[in-house]
């Protein structure tokens, strides 16, 4: 029973809370992102009414300020864990037309500054706290702290096998009927997501529900 779960664990990741002393004047809002508006959030947000939201992938922060601003719509005292390394992934890399949003500095991205910037421009820098980890690396952590999220989103590397591990991790993490879900399900571009999905899937021997184009499981006791 968590009073505020933003104040009990920002502490626990940062001595110092991020956002002291960021000046966010010095950026425009740039809330490029993809899906971030999908129905299913608020869905999933009113019919779970989570303390705690770990989201993998966040790239600027579009979906995470989406769902930080259902949960105050909405009433809900909450903290959204957002990890990222903010590096973007191997296709921002190689498609020269992408490199640019990387927005590289000395030739390494300063997209995690931008990422900041739009949540303060928000203000849900009282719900959103960034952990810049590889996903494996934050979900050990999250072990060690032995957090149980109430939802885990899944958007992170598009790759079949990252995808997978993604599934198998996060999944371990989860308490019961609490939902994991994920973007980029079907589509030409993104057939690693769903083959990944899948296989995680079958191996569970369940389902997940399709909408749009996000795949959604309910972690419900056995």
């Given amino acids: ?5 933003f104040d009990t ?3 626990e990741f940062h001595e110092i809370s991020p956002y002291d002393g960021f000046d966010s004047s010095n950026f425009e809002e740039d809330l490029q992102g993809w899906g971030s508006y999908s129905p ?5 947000i009113k019919s779970l009414q989570p303390k705690v939201i770990i989201e993998v992938g966040t790239w600027k922060g579009a979906s995470a300020i989406h769902m930080s601003k259902l949960l105050k719509d909405n009433g809900i005292s909450a903290v959204i864990l957002c990890v990222d390394t903010w590096l973007g992934d191997s296709s921002h890399w190689y498609r020269t037309e992408w490199r640019s949003h990387l927005k590289l500095k000395n030739g390494f991205p300063n997209l995690y500054y931008q990422f900041l910037a739009n949540v303060m421009k928000h203000n849900h820098d009282d719900i959103i706290i960034p952990i810049p980890q590889v996903s494996r690396s934050a ?3 999250f072990k060690k702290l032995e957090l149980i999220p109430d939802v885990v989103y ?5 790759d079949q096998l990252d995808v997978y591990l993604d599934c198998h991790d996060y ?3 989860l308490g019961d009927d609490s939902i994991m879900f994920g973007d980029d399900y079907g589509g030409i571009k993104n057939q690693g997501v769903k083959l990944a999905v899948d296989k995680f899937c079958e191996e569970l021997g369940r389902k997940p529900t399709i909408i749009e184009n996000k795949w959604i499981l309910t972690k419900k006791k056995l």
């Fill in 171 to 173: 999944w371990q993490l």
């Fill in 40 to 44: 299913v959030f608020e869905s999933v």
């Fill in 9 to 11: 664990l920002i502490s």
């Fill in 139 to 141: 979900c050990n952590w």
């Fill in 1 to 5: 029973n968590m009073q505020n779960p």
């Fill in 154 to 158: 899944l958007d992170g590397s598009h």
